[in-house]
Nanobody, 123 residues
Framework: VQLQASGGGLVQAGGSLRLSCAAS????????MGWFRQAPGKEREFVAS????????YYANSVKGRFTISRDNGKNTVYPQMNSLKPEDTAVYYC?????????????????WGSGTQVTVSS
């Protein structure tokens, strides 16, 4: 499976962006999906995850209340809507395909990774 993340860009603090991650090669509707991010000089960190149906989601404390993850299984795509962006949200954002149907927060629970999309939030 190939994962293509898009939608990143430059935005002012307080603004919004909607990323998307399109999967190709096989259907991903029975697998959880997740988003991670990595800022310069920092380790990759969990951002959000969604189970196979979209009925269960989980967020890092740093983005809870500001980010919303959703998925469209008919389009094989997952979307994080990012609102009230802060300069500390600046990072390369990666989508990932889970190894199971249930959402998770650790990198090892995800078996395939996209190439990443840059999000830069200016103050």
């Amino acid at each position: 499976v190939q994962l293509q993340a898009s939608g990143g860009g430059l935005v002012q603090a307080g603004g919004s962006l909607r990323l998307s991650c399109a999967a190709s090669g096989r259907t991903v509707s029975t697998y959880a999906m997740g988003w991670f991010r990595q800022a310069p000089g920092k380790e990759r960190e969990f951002v959000a995850s969604i189970n196979w149906s979209g009925g269960s989601t989980y967020y890092a404390n740093s983005v809870k209340g500001r980010f919303t993850i959703s998925r469209d299984n008919g389009k094989n795509t997952v979307y994080p809507q990012m609102n009230s962006l802060k300069p500390e949200d600046t990072a390369v954002y990666y989508c990932a395909l889970g190894r199971s149907s249930y959402y998770n927060t650790v990198s090892d629970a995800f078996g395939s990774w996209g190439s990443g999309t840059q999000v830069t939030v200016s103050s």
